[in-house]
Antibody
């Protein structure tokens, strides 16, 4: 059974940093691209970042480019999102999501339950 | 950047009704389009990919169509459990979602 479990969310002041983690199990982690998708309270879905299965290719939404860094440790089956220079508008539930297919298409068949990041003073 | 626009933003329909939600891309995206269902308090669920391919386990009353810039999600006979917000997502380059369509039962 595929499982994605996020952690690392919390309350942080504007300008601060957080690192989110997503522990994956139930599939061959290194074979699939992974993404982070966020949802602000009461709002829609926003794709944030993606990484290829090998970790060699990364992609970012313009809203986070230069501030967030996606990475993965395939030996630990874990996806990460390092978030720096956080702003109030980054407040959201952050989901990790698995690609459906092993060909890096960036649409998602499994989602974690999400971790809440709140940026506030 | 390619923008995804859904219509309507919300709709109310009766059980058994045929429901159609539209998604329009600001530029052509071939068939690189997925649809998701998000029920209140739940994570999104993939319904359709490649514009018209039904994801495994999704009821056959859901269908998708379109190519290029105009796409539709159709529920052939609305059921109470279909109350949710529906999102389209393009994925041929930088993924992005439509703003969502909230579906309620009349």
């Amino acid at each position: 059974e595929v499982q994605l479990v996020e952690s690392g969310g919390g309350l942080v002041q504007p300008g601060g940093s957080l690192r989110l983690s997503c522990a994956a199990s139930g599939f061959t982690f290194s074979s699939y691209a992974m993404s982070w998708v966020r949802q602000a309270p009461g709002k829609g879905l926003e794709w944030v970042s993606a990484i290829s299965g090998s970790g060699g290719s990364t992609y970012y939404a313009d809203s986070v480019k230069g501030r967030f860094t996606i990475s993965r440790d395939n030996s630990k089956n874990t996806l990460y999102l390092q978030m720096n220079s956080l702003r109030a508008e980054d407040t959201a539930v952050y989901y990790c999501a698995k690609d459906l297919l092993m060909i890096q298409m960036y649409y998602f068949d499994y989602w974690g339950q999400g971790t809440l990041v709140t940026v506030s003073s | 950047d390619i923008q995804m626009t859904q219509s309507p933003s919300s709709l109310s329909a009766s059980v058994g009704d045929r429901v159609t939600i539209t998604c329009r891309a600001s530029q052509g995206i071939s068939n690189y389009l997925a649809w998701y269902q998000q029920k209140p308090g739940k994570v999104p669920k993939l319904l359709i990919y490649a514009a018209s391919t039904l994801q495994s386990g999704v009821p056959s009353r859901f269908s998708g169509s379109g190519s290029g810039t105009d796409f539709t999600l159709t529920i052939s006979s609305l059921q109470p459990e279909d109350v949710a917000t529906y999102y389209c997502q393009k994925y041929n380059s930088a993924p992005s979602f439509g703003q969502g369509t909230r579906l309620e039962i009349k």
